[in-house]
């Protein structure tokens, strides 16, 4: 498929995604800290739960600022998270403290805006130190902060993107990476934005896409998706392989 018929399907996708899981999945929040933590919280969270406990965290009655979240105790996070039912409160509320004192010690601040006045290299670096993040959280931060172009690649991404065919599964890793960006790029504004995408691919993730049994019976993309169109014509519900990528083999 050539890069304008992907981008139309990647198009056409992105919308249908929009329209089922709605905007509310989107980044949000007044500093790129507080998108960061909402992100964060999302990925492995109901949007509801993370929004709610996000809230709490920027609320002026309950911590002030980021600061006064930095220096609160794990205990503290970790009874404001579960408050608002995150999953694994304790690791998230360590996570969490731990990473906003790697970023006060190095910007001696909490506003991670800050890392755009390095240069290119430098503010890589500083990203790839942070510790206690998933891999693709520094590609993450550099499009929010327009240095990078490329989608951050996570497990969710991969597989919606695989599934459907916008990018090929048998392809090497960058060259999947490099046509998916490609795509997006044609896609054109507003909608070539990486963020919007990786938010919305991970929410079908969640809910949806599953690695494995996937509810495609519920699934928007199920008439254009290769993965669905393959394991109905197989008539199996077996397990997925790998990522989910590839569907269970027809019975014989
Ligand atoms: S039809 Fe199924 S496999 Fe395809 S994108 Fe939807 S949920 Fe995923």
């Known amino acids: 498929m050539a890069i304008r018929e992907k981008a139309k399907k ?24 507080e998108k960061f933590v ?78 755009a006045t390095l240069k290119p290299e430098k503010a890589k670096k500083f990203l790839a130190q942070l510790e206690g993040l998933p891999p693709w959280a520094p590609t993450y931060l550099l499009c929010a902060l327009d240095m990078e172009s490329m989608v951050p690649w996570d497990p969710h991404t991969e597989r919606v993107a ?19 960006r490609a795509a997006l790029q044609s896609v054109g504004e507003p909608d070539e934005d990486p963020l919007r995408l990786h938010h919305l691919f991970v929410e079908h993730g969640k809910k949806t896409c599953h690695e494995e049994d996937p509810k495609c019976l519920k699934c928007p993309l199920a008439d254009d998706c290769d993965w669905h169109q393959r394991r109905s014509r197989g008539g199996s519900r077996t397990k997925a392989s790998g990522n989910g990528v590839e569907p269970p083999a027809k019975r014989k």
């Open 10 to 33: 990647l198009e056409q996708t992105l919308r249908t995604l929009e329209k089922k899981y709605s905007r509310t999945v989107l980044p949000e929040g007044d500093t790129l800290l």
């Open 38 to 115: 909402f992100y964060l919280l999302f990925y492995g969270n109901h949007v509801t739960n993370a929004k709610k406990a996000v809230k709490a965290l920027t609320d002026p009655d309950v911590f002030g600022d980021w600061n006064e979240v930095r220096v609160a105790t794990v205990r503290e996070l970790e009874d404001t998270l579960t408050e608002h039912r995150v999953e694994q409160p304790s690791v998230f509320a360590a996570r969490l403290k731990k990473f906003l004192q790697y970023v006060f010690e190095e910007l001696d601040d909490t506003a991670l805006e800050s890392v």
């Open 162 to 180: 695989q599934r459907p065919r916008i990018v090929d599964p048998a392809a090497p890793l960058a060259q999947r990476k490099k046509v998916l």
